[in-house]
């Protein structure tokens, strides 16, 4: 079993920034690859990126906007995001294999 709790999210206006950190509790949270998600209004959930288990330095996503990190150590997962966009609205989540979190909500306002 695994418990992922999202925090994090808000309200921004464009070009803004928001970190993103999910929370892992079960699990040795360091065996797994996890994923961030996203789904926005009335469109389906789409990856925003996968961090393998044991990688140690960020890697960018999202045409180089978004940057994945993980800390073993804390059991965490950060999303940072810069330049965000209003196209970026929507509910985020993080995964790891069957297991999700309840979402954190991330708004752009222009």
């Known amino acids: 079993q695994v418990q992922l709790v999202e925090s994090g999210g808000g309200l921004v206006q464009a070009g803004g920034s928001l970190r993103l950190s999910c929370a892992a509790s079960?699990?040795?949270?360091?065996?797994?690859?996890m994923g961030w998600f996203r789904q926005a209004p009335g469109k389906q959930r789409e990856l925003v990126g996968v961090?393998?288990?044991?990688?140690?330095r960020p890697f960018t996503t999202m045409g180089g906007r978004f940057a994945i990190s993980r800390d073993n150590a804390n059991n965490i997962a950060y999303l940072q995001m810069n330049n965000l966009q209003t196209e970026d609205t929507a509910v985020y989540y993080c995964?790891?294999?069957?297991?999700w979190g309840q979402g954190t909500q991330v708004t752009v306002s222009s």
């Open positions: 079960g699990r040795t949270f360091s065996s797994y690859a």
């Open positions: 995964n790891i294999g069957s297991y």
């Open positions: 961090i393998g288990k044991s990688v140690r």
